[in-house]
């Protein structure tokens, strides 16, 4: 079976419905029953073809002011997309937060996006509900970002991760949790749905095999 893995599909219901089988299920649905998550590792990704550059779409600090990705050019940059609602989102960004916490601001940076029906007073209240202490609020109103950077051949080698017994779990059609991998020219190189397990070193090391010329 052939899937189109089209920006329009991915906006359409069908292709919400075909964009959730493929993505990470399985790893979603194993967060939920508190099973623990895989490792953040380079085998999780798919990886483009081609580095694309970031989009220029922007988006939103806590106080709304516009910021486009170009300002974490220069060094290699995780974009996260996540929501305050999804249960595996929910147990993955202490990780996250930890792994900020402690990341070398010199060598990478975490840029998490809260999409999906997320405001910056729905994040900040998660943030402190969930003892979030070291992730800036980002947002994405409308989800543009999180459509635009979609890439269909990455994820279908992303999707091949995935254990077919899980791949209908509801979460994964809205397309989060997704982690980007962007180099220091500001390219996507590779990309990966579902939670995560975010261990500092695994993480750096994950980077620099993924973002290597």
């Given amino acids: 079976m052939t899937v189109s893995w089209t920006r329009r599909a991915l906006l359409t219901g069908a292709g919400a419905a075909t964009f959730s089988g493929m993505l990470r299920g399985a790893q979603t649905a194993r967060a939920e029953e ?4 895989p490792l953040f590792s380079p085998e999780i990704f798919g990886r483009l073809s081609t580095p694309r550059p970031i989009p220029s779409a922007s988006i939103q600090d806590e106080a709304g002011r516009p910021i486009t990705l170009s300002r974490w050019q220069g060094r ?13 989102c929910i147990a993955e960004l202490p990780g996250v937060d930890a792994v900020a916490r402690t990341a070398d601001a010199a060598s990478f940076a975490i840029v998490p996006v809260a999409v999906r029906g997320s405001t910056a007073s729905k994040v900040r209240r998660f943030y402190q509900a969930h003892n979030i202490g070291s992730l800036p609020v980002y947002i ?9 950077t979609a890439d269909p051949d990455a994820l279908t080698q992303s999707s091949k991760q995935t254990d077919d017994e899980w791949s209908k779990h509801p979460v994964s059609r809205q397309g989060i949790p997704r982690t980007l991998i962007v180099n220091e020219s500001g390219q996507i190189v590779a990309e990966s749905l579902g939670g995560l397990r975010w261990e500092h070193d695994a993480v750096r090391d994950t980077i620099a095999a993924l973002t290597k010329a």
């Fill in 76 to 88: 290699p940059f995780l974009l996260h997309f996540w929501a305050t609602w999804c249960p595996p």
């Fill in 34 to 37: 508190g099973e623990s998550m």
């Fill in 140 to 148: 994405d109103p409308i989800s543009a970002l999180l459509i635009e």
